[in-house]
């Protein structure tokens, strides 16, 4: 899509001073921001740095490892299967992973696609326990570290764990979406990159966007929440949240034997994901327009959980809001919004007609700190 500007100067000058106020308290590095309205840019944005000790300035089209915003792309690739009568969301993982069978109190259970989509599959990640957890025992992989591992050894460590709880049950953040990846493939017989070229990233001229960074040396440099600054990323690094912690590997995106996790391996940057952002707001004709509709709703109802928040659900890929009063959110019910683990915060308000992208090179202050609460509140002017 061609993009037009309105640029809101109101909008822009707030935007700004949560961006300057996250800079001058040194708890980004980097960032990009783009919002639009009606499909109208009103506000875009590169502030600070792409990488620290070279010096390189942040630019628009810097690219950025994307994290869980590979999440809804692979979702959309799924729905697209479904809807061409390739995969139905009611089959079990084992009809396309045979040697892929968790189990639950000591016995095989069936685990669907449609419960991969929602996170209610009684998977998890390393990265939502502690150190000791059985996932780090186990040595899975959440696609974030563990460069040049196979998808086949991952799964074969992640299928020898114990479900957290009966598929269907619950909601739990999860490798889901690395398994999924693996059932694409399965359907597609091509690689999970091949595949979501043609679905999703060649239709919507994405070029950015891929499962390998077109130019290494431009891809904005990895950094970790610290004190006074922001630390550079090493492989290896353990970056605590919620009481827990992820470890990363910044090299893995660079490492061509790294599996393409459906979950957190694309990289790619904030103009291409603000694009597909667009395209699920219009509901584009790169993909079915059901299946987008299904994809934008909550589908867990009743279910809740602390990671989504109060006032939140979940569809395929990404988090509902049901009850803005209770999520404290100023935005409108129905909208839907996610983030990235190396720092990144999107939403998409189909009342107010807004998309937004925030992309920033700090984990996890990008994706859960006070800038995401204060780019929020500067849009929406609260």
């Known amino acids: 899509m061609g993009w037009t500007e309105r640029r809101d100067e109101e909008l822009t000058a707030r935007v700004d001073e949560a961006l300057r106020a996250a800079l001058a308290d040194r708890r980004i590095v980097g960032a990009v921001l783009r919002v639009a309205r009606d499909g109208a840019l009103v506000a875009r944005r590169a502030v600070g740095l792409a990488d620290r000790e070279a010096g390189v300035p942040m630019r628009e089209d810097t690219p950025f490892r994307y994290a869980s915003l590979t999440k809804p792309i692979v979702s959309v690739v799924v729905l697209g299967l479904v809807e061409r009568g390739l995969l139905s969301l009611e089959d079990p993982i084992t009809r396309w992973l045979p040697e892929f069978a968790p189990r639950f109190e000591g016995r095989a259970v069936p685990v669907t696609v449609r419960q991969l989509l929602t996170h209610t599959s009684g998977l998890a990640y390393a990265f939502l326990e502690p150190r000791d957890g059985p996932y780090h025992a186990a040595g899975v992989s959440d696609g974030l570290d563990q460069p040049g ?28 979406h690395d398994v999924l990846g693996a059932i694409v493939e399965r359907v597609t017989g091509e690689p999970l990159p091949e595949a979501v070229a043609r679905a999703v990233t060649g239709p919507l001229e994405m070029a950015s966007a891929s499962f390998t960074p077109r130019d290494p040396s431009a891809l904005a440099a990895a950094y970790a929440d610290g004190e006074p600054e922001p630390v550079r990323m090493v492989d290896g690094i353990y970056v605590p949240f919620a009481g827990a ?24 940057n904030a103009e291409d994901f603000h694009r597909f952002l667009e395209a699920l707001r219009t509901r584009a004709a790169f993909a079915p327009r059901r299946w987008i509709d299904e994809m934008l709703r909550d589908q867990i109802a009743p279910i809740e959980s602390p990671i989504l928040g109060d006032g939140w659900g979940y569809g395929f ?57 204060d780019v929020t509140r500067a849009v929406y002017g609260v």
């Open 245 to 268: 912690g992820a470890l990363f590997a910044p090299s893995r995106a660079l490492d061509p034997r790294s599996y393409p996790s459906g979950g957190a391996g694309m990289v790619g």
């Open 317 to 373: 890929g990404a988090a509902v809001l049901r009850d803005p009063r209770a999520a404290g959110s100023p935005m409108n019910p129905g909208s839907v919004r996610w983030g990235g683990a190396y720092g990144h915060f999107w939403w998409i308000d189909p009342v107010a007609r807004i998309s937004a992208v925030l992309l920033t090179n700090t984990a996890f202050e990008g994706m859960a700190g006070a800038i995401t609460r």
């Open 149 to 176: 591992l196979s998808i086949e050894e991952n799964l074969r460590r992640l299928a020898g764990l114990p479900l957290a709880f009966a598929p269907g049950t619950r909601f739990l953040y999860s490798l889901s």
